[in-house]
Structure formats: structure tokens, C-alpha cells
């Protein structure tokens, strides 16, 4: 196989793949899911909706009332809109998902292009440096490193960024340690091609729906240690976190108050199987081997 091929097989590759992922209906539905919550966050951040979810609604632990949007979901110890913190921890959900994951996929893919394309010690310097930190349990991890930085959001997206990039490192290696040694890689350095070129010319783009499905995994498992880490207390400071209002329920559950708790669970459970299922198709849809006839 010519150099001048790969690019035209990553083409046929990729429309392929999207042409499988809007022929599921279930998969369109995720995919719609998923945009929502964008939007949603997108327009939190902004102050287009939202923008007054500290400000009392009405009285403290008002049950859900569909009179008023701001009350639908009911109303805390303060008085405030339940829907409204919601709509502000779908934005703080969807922040961490995107800058942990932007984050830990160049990481990923850097170390593990390296380690895989030149072997030797280079290979086993990043092994054994991702191997010492997989061995580490992650939440363990996760809790020492935002107790370094501090409380706060920026924490958590170091914190989750700089952890969450060794299974993709892991992957990128092997298929760098299979495409190396491939014909058109040959020829590229036949034509002169120097390490930089091979890799990321020539191997990188053959090896990229890796990194794409990777992406919108680390984007759900991101949404949920936010939330674990919220709960902690490790999380989100002064605003309304999926986590924080979890935390919070544990005291309402014996006044009868249940629908914080409900609201956070069920906004959190849906982008999460979003997620899932997307990825699950991504992952069939990108995989050549997977293909259909």
C-alpha cells in the first residue's frame, strides 16, 4: 500500500462510519441527547437560562409544581429552582467531560505514538511510567492530586486530564507498534519521510478513531468522577454540581424531600447512557474489522 492511499482509506473510513451511525434510530436519539446537554450547558454559561438559579422561587422544599418552569422540580432549603441547579450541574457535567478529555487524549496519544513507533528504551521508560500509575487505584489518585491543587473546578479538570490518559495510551501503542513496520510507512521513508512525518502523517491518521472513540468514553467517565468528586466535597465550590446536590439529599431523604436527589440522578443518567450507547457504536461503526458486508 502507497503513502498517497492512507489518506483516501481514512476518508472511505470515516463516511462510512457516519452513514452507519445516522442509519441507528436508537443511536440518532443519543446523539440528540447528547447536543442537548451541550446546548443546555452552552446557554447556562452564557446566561441565556439559568442565570438566576440562587435566587428563592418560592418556600423551602416545595415539592414539584408544573405550574411554573421554575418550580417543576420543586424547590430546596433555600427556596431555590431545583430545575435551575440542574441546569447549572449539566454545565459543570459537560465542562469537565470536554476539558478532561481535550486534556488526556493528547497525552494519550503523544506517549503512546512515541512509545510504540520507537521502541527500545522509549517504549519502556512510558511503560513503565503509565504502568506506575495505573497501579495506583484512581480515585486514590484522583482525591491526592485535587488535595495538591485545592478545591475548585480547575482542579478537577487537572486532576482528571493528567490521570485518564493511560488506557488510550495503552491502545495507541500497540496499533503504532503494528502500523510501523507496514508498507506504506516503508515507502515513506523510502521517499525521505523523517520520524515526525511517519508518525503523524502516515500513521497518526490510520490510527485516530482510536483516539475519537477513547474521546467520547473519557467524556462520560469524566461526567461521573466530577460527581463523586462533588460528593466528596472535592469538587465544584459555591455552585450547584450534580454532586453537591446528591450530597445534599442525604439529609432531605428523612423529611420526605426526594426530588433533588431524583433530578440530579435522572439528569445524570441519561447523558451517561447517552454516552454509552454512542460510544458503543462509534467503537462498531470506526473498528474495520466490525465492517459489514
Known amino acids: 500500500m502507497s503513502a498517497a492511499a492512507a ?39 452564557v446566561g441565556l437560562i439559568a442565570s438566576t438559579w440562587n435566587q428563592e422561587v418560592g418556600a423551602p422544599y416545595s415539592p414539584p409544581d408544573f405550574s411554573s418552569i421554575k418550580t417543576c422540580l420543586g424547590t430546596d432549603i433555600f427556596g431555590r429552582s431545583v430545575f435551575y441547579k440542574v441546569i447549572h450541574g449539566t454545565r459543570i ?30 517504549d519502556e521508560v512510558i511503560v513503565w511510567f503509565y504502568t506506575t500509575i495505573s497501579s495506583i487505584p484512581s480515585i486514590l489518585l484522583l482525591t491526592a492530586v485535587t488535595f495538591i491543587l485545592g478545591k475548585g473546578l480547575f482542579s478537577v479538570y487537572l486532576a482528571l486530564g493528567a490521570t485518564s490518559w493511560v488506557s488510550l495510551a495503552r491502545l495507541v501503542r500497540g496499533e503504532f507498534m503494528k502500523h510501523k513496520n507496514r508498507e506504506y510507512v ?24 482510536i483516539a475519537v472513540v477513547n474521546f467520547s ?77
Open 217 to 293: 468514553l473519557q467524556f462520560q467517565i469524566a461526567i461521573k468522577t466530577e460527581v463523586i468528586l462533588s460528593y466528596l466535597g472535592l469538587g465544584a465550590v459555591g455552585q450547584p454540581s450534580w454532586g453537591i446536590m446528591i450530597d445534599d439529599a442525604k439529609l432531605e431523604l428523612s423529611r420526605g424531600v426526594w426530588w433533588q436527589l431524583a433530578a440530579a440522578t435522572f439528569a445524570m443518567f441519561f447523558i451517561v447512557l447517552a454516552f454509552n450507547v454512542f460510544s458503543d457504536a462509534l467503537r462498531d461503526a470506526l473498528d474495520p474489522k466490525l465492517k459489514r458486508g
Open 93 to 122: 457535567a459537560m465542562s469537565v467531560g470536554l476539558v478532561a478529555a481535550l486534556i488526556s487524549i493528547p497525552i494519550g496519544v503523544v506517549l503512546g505514538a512515541v512509545a510504540g513507533y520507537f521502541g527500545g528504551w522509549v
Open 186 to 209: 516503508v515507502a515513506a521513508e523510502a521517499l525521505g519521510a523523517g520520524h515526525s512525518a511517519r508518525i503523524f502523517r502516515h500513521i497518526l491518521p490510520n490510527t485516530l478513531h
Open 7 to 45: 489518506p483516501r482509506r481514512s476518508r472511505s473510513l470515516w463516511s462510512d462510519a457516519f452513514s452507519r451511525l445516522t442509519a441507528e434510530k436508537l443511536v440518532l436519539l443519543c446523539m440528540g441527547i447528547i447536543l442537548l446537554y451541550g446546548f443546555v450547558a452552552l446557554a447556562a454559561k
